[in-house]
């Protein structure tokens, strides 16, 4: 089984702040198959980005991923107020249990 | 749209069934090509995935959790559902139904999610 970690586990920044938050995979990831999703208090999470890089429908250009084999980035450009929030990385590169979620990095407001 | 809706109680007594109910809106289920899952997120905490079913009936488990769960489908009713057993108050947690990107594997994100319901174990 992949075990994710995340980093950091808290992020304090300010409005237009560029935040960079990680995920590290125990063993490679196949095929880059790396997701990305935000969850606010109360609801369930929501989908931003999926192959490591491409941003799902409807998700502001200011979300961008990166990364291959064990380390990943997700990187908000300038962050909105709507932004903050918690982001779990997620891999499904291999067969079940496969769909794995890091614990989560809050970015909160500094 | 696709939008998904869980339903069931959200109280269950230790050593009982949890049951549970998601209905799919906006797509069906019986078209094939997506897998319908259950997550879990226990208070406080991240993410786990319990199973996913196909409109088959064809399903796959958390090995964690396999010796408890069951999930089937009513294509009729576009509808999946998700049975667990034997519950305790470690099985507390908000429950999620999502679906997947549509790869045609099973291996895949998840790009809708219903809202969750929360499910408490207590007597």
């Known amino acids: 089984e992949i075990v994710l970690t995340q980093s950091p586990g808290t992020l304090s920044l300010s409005p237009g702040e560029r935040a960079t938050l990680s995920c590290r995979a125990s063993q490679s990831v196949s095929s880059n198959f790396l997701a990305w999703y935000q969850q606010k208090p109360g609801q369930a999470p929501r989908l931003l980005i999926y192959?490591?890089?491409s941003r799902a429908t409807g998700i502001p250009d200011r979300f961008s991923g990166s990364g291959s084999g064990t380390d990943f980035t997700l990187t908000i450009s300038r962050l909105e107020p709507e932004d903050f929030a918690v982001y779990y990385c997620q891999q499904y590169g291999t067969s079940p249990p496969g769909f794995t979620f890091g614990p989560g990095t809050k970015v909160d407001i500094k | 749209q696709v939008q998904l809706q869980e339903s069931g109680p959200g109280l269950v007594k230790p050593s009982q069934t949890l049951s549970l109910t998601c209905t799919v809106y906006g797509g069906a289920i019986s078209s094939g090509g997506h897998y319908w899952s259950w997550i879990r997120q226990l208070p406080g905490k991240g993410l786990e995935w319990i199973g996913y079913i196909y409109y088959s009936g064809s399903t796959s488990y958390n090995p964690s959790l396999k010796s408890r769960v069951t999930m089937s489908v009513d294509t009729s009713k576009n509808q999946f559902s998700l049975k667990l057993t034997s519950v305790t108050a470690a099985d507390t947690a908000v429950y999620y139904c999502?679906?997947?990107?549509?790869?045609?594997?099973?291996?895949?994100?998840?790009?809708?999610w219903g809202p969750g319901t929360l499910v408490t174990v207590s007597s």
């Open positions: 999502a679906r997947d990107g549509g790869s045609g594997s099973g291996t895949s994100y998840f790009d809708h």
């Open positions: 192959g490591a890089s």
